[in-house]
T-cell receptor
Framework: NAGVTQTPKFQVLKTGQSMTLQCAQDMNHEYMSWYRQDPGMGLRLIHYSVGAGITDQGEVPNGYNVSRSTTEDFPLRLLSAAPSQTSVYFC???????????????FGEGSWLTVV | SQQGEEDPQALSIQEGENATMNCSYKTSINNLQWYRQNSGRGLVHLILIRSNEREKHSGRLRVTLDTSKKSSSLLITASRAADTASYFCATVESGGSNYKLTFGKGTLLTVNP
């Protein structure tokens, strides 16, 4: 049981380049999400998915695309990277919504992205 | 927008002392959660407190929730050097999407040996 796996760990991109951050979980979780973490800003939700084939926007979706073709995978695509997208990206998954049943959300180890 | 605001932004204590971190939020919530993040690592879920609960314990952790003041506190008793990390509160808004977890900016706790 590997939990939530993110790749790559570190990436440097040039402005205008595209790339995909990969996220995979082996816990059969329906809910997956992507956050970005910037200094002094905490974590902000980019996109999330409540199951295969279903995605929705979070707080800061501009410049990012997602898809959810399988339960296990939730890739985050940057179509044309900008310096403002320099950040640490975290993928997370959970069995179900964060209601009072208290299902825990599990985070990956993060992907450090620098856009120059 | 940031829902939670932790206070203080940074806290430095000696091993064995207690550490208290506070979180304020803006809207009605379904539940509030606390997370720990070690430097360069992902977040780890610590504890969840529901809106109808006032206090919860887990090992050396004690969380309180005051919905009238829209605030929560995290107490770590008998701190250890290994507790050095950033601590974040996160909320699930009441009546909103149960899929959205809104984080505060975090408190950096340093426990000196």
């Amino acid at each position: 049981n590997a939990g939530v796996t993110q790749t790559p760990k570190f990436q440097v991109l040039k402005t205008g380049q595209s790339m995909t951050l990969q996220c995979a979980q082996d816990m059969n979780h329906e809910y997956m999400s992507w956050y970005r973490q910037d200094p002094g800003m905490g974590l902000r939700l980019i996109h999330y998915s409540v199951g295969a084939g279903i995605t929705d926007q979070g707080e800061v979706p501009n410049g990012y695309n997602v898809s959810r073709s399988t339960t296990e995978d939730f890739p985050l695509r940057l179509l044309s990277a900008a310096p403002s997208q320099t950040s640490v990206y975290f993928c997370a998954s959970s069995y179900s919504p964060f209601d009072s049943s208290g299902n825990t959300i599990y985070f990956g180890e993060g992907s450090w992205l620098t856009v120059v | 927008s940031q829902q939670g605001e932790e206070d203080p932004q940074a806290l430095s204590i000696q091993e064995g002392e207690n550490a208290t971190m506070n979180c304020s939020y803006k809207t009605s919530i379904n539940n509030l959660q606390w997370y720990r993040q070690n430097s360069g690592r992902g977040l780890v879920h610590l504890i969840l407190i529901r809106s109808n609960e006032r206090e919860k314990h887990s090992g050396r952790l004690r969380v309180t929730l005051d919905t009238s003041k829209k605030s929560s506190s995290l107490l770590i008793t008998a701190s250890r050097a290994a507790d050095t990390a950033s601590y974040f509160c996160a909320t699930v808004e009441s009546g909103g999407s149960n899929y959205k977890l809104t984080f505060g900016k975090g408190t950096l706790l340093t426990v000196n040996p």
